[in-house]
Nanobody, 121 residues
Framework: VQLQASGGGLVAAGGPLRLSCAAC????????MGWYRQAPGKQRELVAT???????DYADSVKGRFTISGDVDRGMVDLQVSSLRREDTAVYYC????????????????WGQGTQVTVSS
């Protein structure tokens, strides 16, 4: 599975941003897509995920400000970001994986190239 992320950039604090991720290849082998981020000097962390059934999960730090949407069956997820804060500055990575333990594709885990989001004060 190849992942292509887009939509990063320089945004003023409080502003909105929309990140998009498109997957191609063996999309049938994944059941979860989502976004992670890594700020300078910090570990990569979960931002939001979405399953094939549409269930979503968010990091506490982004709840109420970020919204993940899309269609995992089609390999497409977006992240609508609002009320950006300086601490949201990071490289955002699209992720696709298989978490179904009885699946022959269990454990598959793919990363996009990352897109930089910089929030200015």
């Amino acid at each position: 599975v190849q992942l292509q992320a887009s939509g990063g950039g320089l945004v003023a604090a409080g502003g909105p941003l929309r990140l998009s991720c498109a997957a191609c290849g063996s999309i049938f082998s994944i059941n979860v897509m989502g976004w992670y981020r890594q700020a300078p000097g910090k570990q990569r962390e979960l931002v939001a995920t979405m399953t094939r059934s549409g269930s979503t999960d968010y990091a506490d730090s982004v709840k109420g400000r970020f919204t993940i949407s899309g269609d995992v069956d089609r390999g497409m997820v977006d992240l609508q970001v609002s009320s950006l804060r300086r601490e949201d500055t990071a490289v955002y990575y699209c992720n696709a994986r298989n978490t179904v333990t009885d699946s022959i594709w269990y454990g598959r885990n793919f990363w996009g190239q990352g897109t930089q989001v910089t929030v200015s004060s």
